[in-house]
């Protein structure tokens, strides 16, 4: 639950800026807010990334408890190939 706090810390640090750029057209104020979405998107990408690890490290402790091996997905044949027509020679100009 710490990133949690972290992610609505970093969004309420921002509500200022966000006011002072939209309200009072302050330029400073944009770029601040830039700077922090910026970081907010890292911010983002690591609690993605921590989220699916662990969530993989979970479901990869309760498959061998289990024993039994999930089965492949069966693989789509492959869509025929269209037949292209046949390339035109261009005649050579003499």
Do not use: H, I, W
């Not at 006011?19 to 911010?43: I, W």
């Amino acid at each position: 639950m710490n990133n949690f706090s972290k992610l609505k810390d970093l969004v309420m640090s921002l509500e200022d800026d966000f006011s002072k750029f939209y309200d009072k057209q302050n330029a400073a104020a944009g770029t601040r807010v830039r700077k922090g979405m910026q970081e907010l998107k890292t911010m983002a990408q690591a609690f993605r990334t921590e989220v699916q690890n662990t969530k993989n490290a979970s479901a990869g402790a309760a498959a061998p408890a289990a024993g039994a091996k999930k089965a492949a997905p069966a693989k789509k044949a492959a869509p025929a190939a269209a037949k292209a027509a046949p390339a035109k020679k261009a005649a050579a100009k003499k």
